[in-house]
Antibody, heavy 115, light 112 residues
Framework: EVQMVESGGGLVKPGGALRLSCAASGFDFTDAWVYWVRHVPGKGLEWVARFKSRADGGTTDYPAPLKGRFIISRDDSKNTLYLQMTTLKTEDTGTYYC??????WGQGILVTVSS | DVVMTQSPLSLPVTLGQPASISCRSSQSLLYSDGHTYLNWFHQRPGQSPRRLIYEVSHRVSGVPDRFSGSGSGTDFTLKISRVEAEDVGVYYCMQGSHWPWTFGQGTRVEIK
C-alpha cells in the first residue's frame, strides 16, 4: 500500500521558518519525481517545488515567487521528502501536500502563518 | 505563468446524467516532445486530490470508464457519461507542459 505521510506543520509567526517532512512507502521512491503542492484559501492549488529523480538529473525547480525562500530536498535512503520554508508570510498559510509521480498524495498538513 | 481557466465553476448534476467540464489554457500545452501534458484531478470532500486523466485522454489505472478526457492545444474537456454519487467534489485541470505547472480554479460538482 502506498503511503505519503506529512509532518511538521503548525502555527508560525510571520518571518519565521518551518520544515515539513514526508515519509513515503509502498513504491519506488528513488525513481519518482516528488513535489510539494499547497492549497491556499482563496487561491486554489499551487505547485510549490519539484525534485526530479536522480535518473532524470536530480534537479529542483520552484515558481519564481518562492525561489530563495523555500527549499525542497529528499533523502532517498530514507524515502523521505522535505520542504524547508523560511521568511514565511501570511499568504503562505494553507494545506501542504507532498506528492510523488503525480499519483501519490499525502493527506495534507496545515501551515498557518499568523502573529 | 500559464493560466488555466475552467468552466463552469459550479455544476449541479442529476444522478445518471452526463456532465462536462471545460478547461482552457492561455498558451498551447503541446510540449516539444510531441506530448500534451494536461491532467484532470478529482478532490472529494476531506480528501486529497486524485489524478483521473493524464496526457489529455489517458485514464489512470482504476478510474471508471465513465470518465473521459479530450482536447488539444489550448482547449480541453472532461466528461462524465453518467454521474454517480461518488463523483461529487471539485475537479481540477492541471498543465504539466510549462513550469511552473498550474491548476485551474476548480469546478465543484454537486448532486441536484
Amino acid at each position: 500500500e502506498v503511503q505519503m505521510v506529512e509532518s511538521g506543520g503548525g502555527l508560525v509567526k510571520p518571518g519565521g521558518a518551518l520544515r515539513l517532512s514526508c515519509a513515503a512507502s509502498g513504491f519506488d521512491f528513488t525513481d519518482a519525481w516528488v513535489y510539494w503542492v499547497r492549497h491556499v484559501p482563496g487561491k486554489g492549488l499551487e505547485w510549490v517545488a519539484r525534485f526530479k529523480s536522480r535518473a532524470d538529473g536530480g534537479t529542483t525547480d520552484y515558481p519564481a515567487p518562492l525561489k530563495g525562500r523555500f527549499i525542497i530536498s529528499r533523502d532517498d535512503s530514507k524515502n523521505t521528502l522535505y520542504l524547508q520554508m523560511t521568511t514565511l508570510k501570511t499568504e503562505d498559510t494553507g494545506t501542504y501536500y507532498c506528492v510523488a509521480a503525480l499519483s501519490y498524495w499525502g493527506q495534507g498538513i496545515l501551515v498557518t502563518v499568523s502573529s | 505563468d500559464v493560466v488555466m481557466t475552467q468552466s463552469p465553476l459550479s455544476l449541479p448534476v442529476t444522478l445518471g446524467q452526463p456532465a462536462s467540464i471545460s478547461c482552457r489554457s492561455s498558451q498551447s500545452l503541446l510540449y516539444s516532445d510531441g506530448h500534451t501534458y494536461l491532467n484532470w484531478f478529482h478532490q472529494r470532500p476531506g480528501q486529497s486530490p486524485r489524478r483521473l486523466i493524464y496526457e489529455v485522454s489517458h485514464r489512470v489505472s482504476g478510474v471508471p470508464d465513465r470518465f473521459s478526457g479530450s482536447g488539444s492545444g489550448t482547449d480541453f474537456t472532461l466528461k462524465i457519461s453518467r454521474v454517480e454519487a461518488e463523483d461529487v467534489g471539485v475537479y481540477y485541470c492541471m498543465q504539466g507542459s510549462h513550469w511552473p505547472w498550474t491548476f485551474g480554479q476548480g469546478t465543484r460538482v454537486e448532486i441536484k
